[in-house]
């Protein structure tokens, strides 16, 4: 396993390589351990199929189940998926952000993250280092919770499941939120995980 501490080396250099380091350990076919929205979570490009394999195997998820495909730009998502006005609303008000939202997803979409019932998790991510990384890999990054089935999400880039990542990059202690994961069908939201992001006004 591999570590960059970021609480050490905050200076702009650091961050750079950072990142670059991280695109190309998920160009690879790596799995690295990231500060996403309030916690950290193991991620893979959805272009790698061993990575993907393996992904499913650390976070021991059911193959059922689908992970959250993180994208670089909000206007993205129309490649991977077909959001409604509503959708669209949501996106432009919360992204990059702590918003997750499930669409019908296209028909090419890479599975995971479409799901067998045809829709797909995806968000562009408000934390600025995941969505540099996120960029800079130039694909479609898979994102899950770093914890077995059952246990709490890591807070902070330590303990024996963190070591299970080929790279691990510490921003420090997360709050713990995560990102409120919403369904969004034609004009009506569904409310599946709640999180740091409120709909006000929304149905649920």
Not at 9 to 24: H, T, V
Not at 144 to 152: D, I, K, R, V
Request: net charge neutral.
């Amino acid at each position: 396993m591999e570590r960059i501490d970021l609480i050490a080396a905050a200076d702009e250099k650091a961050r750079a390589r950072a990142i670059a380091r991280a695109a190309e350990v998920l160009r690879g076919g790596g799995i690295a351990l990231l500060a996403a929205e309030g916690v950290y979570g193991f991620h893979a490009s959805a272009a790698r199929g061993d990575a993907v394999v393996r992904l499913y195997r650390l976070k021991e998820r059911d193959p059922s189940k689908g992970f959250i495909g993180l994208l670089a730009n909000p206007d993205d998502a129309v490649r991977w998926a077909r959001p409604s006005p509503l959708a669209v609303e949501l996106a432009r008000e919360h992204w990059p952000g702590a918003l997750t939202l499930v669409l019908p997803a296209r028909e090419d979409a890479p599975a995971p993250p479409r799901t067998e019932e045809g829709t797909i998790a995806l968000r562009c991510p408000g934390a600025p280092l995941l969505r540099a990384i996120v960029q800079a890999v130039g694909e479609l990054v898979l994102s899950t919770s770093a914890n077995p089935p059952g246990e709490a999400p890591l807070t902070s880039a330590e303990g024996p499941i963190a070591g299970r990542a080929d790279l691990v990059i510490d921003e420090g202690k997360r709050s713990g939120i995560p990102s409120t994961v919403a369904v969004v069908q034609e004009d009506q939201v569904r409310i599946v995980r709640p999180g740091s992001v409120r709909l006000a006004g929304r149905s649920t």
